[in-house]
């Protein structure tokens, strides 16, 4: 990716129809990736996927800093690791996006057409919004809190009809049920040496579920998060 890229993004599988209220959101530094369908997803369900954080993969690179800044990046990568390679006739290996299709389709391996379908009908938003310096940092309270505060932003312009978090620990638990006023939770057995859990978002009238995954870069059978956790989420 150019650097000179990172600040504009168009493209035939992404819809920018919300960005002059992502624009209004003070906090926000990543734009969400919205599939050009999400919009139009009106008997079908609409689902928000949430990462944790970017990281930086050479701080000692300025071209990488300002990839990693820039307010497009979260798209571009996106594009990159969901679509890219196959609409160029092939299938990148990347386990996280992999399985986070298997996980929310319940299908191994995903057609062309249908992984193309998958990523122009659902959101992708970062939580934190500055990237780490490296693979080692980790956010801060303070990253959290504030992310969550534009989560729920994010959340009551795209109006999901469910939020999958790719992450289970405590400290971004902690954060999302603070900004949202949430006192309990439900948690199910372990998978994978992770705990899931669910939280009900109450907002605008609202009742929204979020499931909170491991992370499905590794150790991650995919087929016990889809029959144990995700599918009775799936309408």
């Given at each position: 990716?150019?650097?000179?890229?990172?600040?504009?993004?168009?493209?035939?599988?992404?819809?920018?129809?919300?960005?002059?209220?992502?624009?209004?959101?003070?906090?926000?530094?990543?734009?969400?990736?919205?599939?050009?369908?999400?919009?139009?997803?009106?008997?079908?369900?609409?689902?928000?996927?949430?990462?944790?954080?970017?990281?930086?993969?050479?701080?000692?690179?300025?071209?990488?800093?300002?990839?990693?800044?820039?307010?497009?990046?979260?798209?571009?990568?996106?594009?990159?690791?969901?679509?890219?390679?196959?609409?160029?006739?092939?299938?990148?290996?990347?386990?996280?996006?992999?399985?986070?299709?298997?996980?929310?389709?319940?299908?191994?391996?995903?057609?062309?057409?249908?992984?193309?379908?998958?990523?122009?009908?659902?959101?992708?938003?970062?939580?934190v919004q500055r990237p780490m310096r490296n693979k080692k940092e980790r956010p801060s309270p303070e990253d959290y809190e504030k992310g969550s505060r534009v989560l729920k932003d994010?959340?009551?312009?795209?109006?999901?009809?469910?939020?999958?978090?790719?992450?289970?620990d405590w400290r971004k638990l902690s954060a999302i049920m603070d900004v949202f006023g949430i006192q309990e939770i439900k948690q199910y057995s372990k998978i994978n040496g992770a705990?899931?859990?669910?939280?009900?978002?109450?907002?605008?009238?609202?009742?929204?579920?979020?499931?909170?995954?491991?992370?499905?870069?590794?150790?991650?059978?995919?087929?016990?998060?889809?029959?144990?956790?995700?599918?009775?989420?799936?309408?």
């Open positions: 990716m150019a650097s000179e890229d990172v600040d504009y993004f168009q493209n035939e599988h992404h819809d920018n129809y919300f960005d002059n209220d992502f624009d209004k959101i003070n906090e926000l530094t990543y734009l969400p990736w919205v599939g050009s369908k999400y919009k139009g997803l009106y008997n079908k369900q609409k689902i928000l996927v949430i990462a944790e954080s970017v990281y930086n993969w050479d701080e000692n690179s300025q071209h990488a800093w300002a990839s990693v800044n820039g307010r497009n990046f979260s798209r571009h990568v996106v594009h990159k690791h969901g679509l890219y390679h196959t609409v160029s006739g092939g299938v990148e290996n990347a386990p996280t996006y992999r399985n986070l299709e298997r996980s929310l389709s319940g299908q191994r391996n995903l057609s062309p057409e249908a992984r193309v379908e998958f990523w122009s009908s659902i959101a992708f938003q970062q939580h994010i959340i009551s312009i795209t109006k999901p009809d469910l939020c999958v978090y790719m992450g289970t705990i899931p859990k669910k939280l009900t978002l109450e907002l605008q009238g609202s009742t929204i579920p979020l499931i909170m995954i491991k992370h499905p870069n590794r150790f991650f059978s995919w087929d016990k998060w889809f029959n144990e956790v995700i599918k009775d989420e799936i309408k």
